[in-house]
């Protein structure tokens, strides 16, 4: 399908993207997203990190086509959500959050049906291969309620992928899942993200989307607070403010301190951004005093984003 056109930078473009439940005013308006502006490059991996609530699952599940958007715009593989859905639902898998599967098909059925569902000709199947690569090879003939939690996980992320979407989406995939299955649904991930398959996935945990993801967007409550590559977010959670109020008015800086982060504020303090993990405050005041500034007062600022998430681990632990 995509060999015809030009492959999207983009694998996924939301556009002031809002969701209000119960608008119609039966139950309590309730916002969900409250404009959301995503650009998910393609071939990346990309989490959406927030706490619960924050809006995760209602943006994906108007991306797959499950929950009716209130405003805005949804783009996926170039095609638009609202002029060609099905072209949307061909470029994508999607594991949805909650397991859903019918008990009596065994893995082998479940991949049938839904690659005849998406109308993948016989010839063009391998379902074999996809249970294979994750794990479920000895388990293809079982039924699905003789499979453990874990394993019927996986099985949803083998259906999702029976037409071969450019696009995996993976709703809190491992929440609740031991050790070895998120090892072993990382490394399958991970070797699709290498053939090309651009990866997104939402999860609470910081350390997930940090040891999986290229790019990590922060949600909460319905907004975006934050998308940087995973390297640039870690190091801005990293960093800190000293603010130094001095005894007296200083003119300029003393040549000594060139070396640091440092700003003369209008109030007359002296504001060093550093990296917590590299620099302790105690070592900064004391060049601050060898520089012969006098110290009145200070304090310590913490980048916003840490605030969030404190929050966010809190409530995930
Ligand atoms: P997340 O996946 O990040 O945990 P959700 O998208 O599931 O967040 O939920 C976002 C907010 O929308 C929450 O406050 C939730 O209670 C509310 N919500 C989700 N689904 C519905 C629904 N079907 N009806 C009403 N409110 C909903
Ligand atoms: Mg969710």
Redesign the pocket.
């Known amino acids: 399908m995509n060999d015809q056109k030009t492959l999207p930078d983009f694998a996924i473009e939301l556009r002031d993207l809002k969701?209000t439940?119960?608008a119609k005013g039966k139950?309590e308006e309730?916002?969900?997203?409250r404009g959301v502006d995503l650009k998910i490059p393609r071939g990346s991996i990309f989490g959406?990190l927030?706490?619960?609530?924050?809006?995760?699952?209602?943006?994906?599940?108007i991306i797959s086509g499950l929950?009716n958007k209130t405003s805005g715009q949804v783009n996926v593989w170039g095609y638009d959500l609202d002029k060609k859905p099905r072209e949307v639902a061909a470029a994508l898998g999607v594991v949805p959050?909650e397991i859903n599967m019918d008990p009596f098909f065994t893995p082998r059925e479940s991949m049938e049906l839904m690659a005849g569902f998406y109308g993948v000709p016989e010839k063009e199947r391998h379902s074999d291969e996809i249970l294979e690569a994750l794990g479920l090879g000895d388990k293809k003939d079982a039924y699905v309620r003789q499979l453990s939690g874990g394993m019927k996980r996986r099985l949803m992320v083998a259906k999702a992928m029976v037409h071969t979407p450019p696009i995996l989406i993976l709703?809190?995939p491992t929440a609740g899942v031991d050790v070895e299955l998120r090892r072993q649904l990382w490394e399958y991930v991970k070797e699709l993200n290498a053939q090309g398959t651009t990866i997104v996935l939402?999860t609470?945990y910081l350390e997930e989307a940090q040891e999986m993801c290229d790019q990590i967007a922060i949600?909460n409550h319905?907004e975006v607070i934050a998308c940087e590559e995973t390297d640039t977010l870690l190091a801005r959670l990293d960093q800190k403010k000293l603010i130094v109020h001095p005894e007296q008015s200083i003119s300029s800086l003393p040549e000594e301190l060139n070396d640091l982060d440092i700003e003369v504020r209008n109030d007359d303090a002296l504001v060093v951004t550093f990296r917590a993990n590299e620099t302790r405050v105690m070592d900064l005041l004391n060049r601050i005093r060898e520089a012969g500034i006098r110290i009145r007062d200070l304090a310590t600022e913490e980048a916003d984003l840490e605030d969030v998430f404190v929050s966010m681990t809190s409530e995930s632990n």
């Open positions: 969701k439940y119960g139950v309730k916002k969900a997203l959406l927030g706490p619960n609530g924050a809006g995760k699952s209602t943006m994906i599940n929950v959050q709703d809190e939402t609470h949600i319905g």
